[in-house]
């Protein structure tokens, strides 16, 4: 089972693109997936996250500006992403939490937004 993140590119700042995350196997039913981004010199860093029953979180510095959805049937997240700036630059990379202690990453794709 693979995760695949997709959708990356560049972009000037203030607009906007959406990411994909491709699963397989139905193994997105009932499970958090995250959305997570990697910065140049930076630590990983959660961007979003949805539950299984679809309770989701943001982080603050991106609340009002990202959208995080799944399709749980398609084994699909997406990430829509508006009103980028250059502090969004980095990879992103979505991941399922497996269980408790482990997640399935996904490859991540990258993002980059001029000024």
């Known amino acids: 089972v693979q995760l695949q993140a997709s959708g990356g590119g560049l972009v000037q700042a203030g607009e906007s693109l959406t990411l994909s995350c491709a699963g397989s196997g139905g193994i997105f039913s009932a499970k958090t997936l995250g959305w997570y981004r990697q910065a140049p010199g930076k630590e990983r860093e959660l961007v979003a996250s949805?539950?299984?029953?679809?309770?989701?979180v943001y982080a603050d510095s991106v609340k009002g500006r990202f959208t995080i959805s799944r399709e749980n049937a398609k084994d699909m997240s997406y990430l829509q992403m508006t009103r980028l700036n250059p502090e969004d630059t980095a990879v992103y990379y979505c991941?399922?939490?497996?269980?408790?202690?482990?997640?399935?990453w996904g490859k991540g794709t990258l993002v980059t937004v001029s000024s």
């Open positions: 949805s539950t299984g029953d679809g309770a989701v």
């Open positions: 991941a399922l939490d497996l269980n408790r202690t482990v997640k399935l």
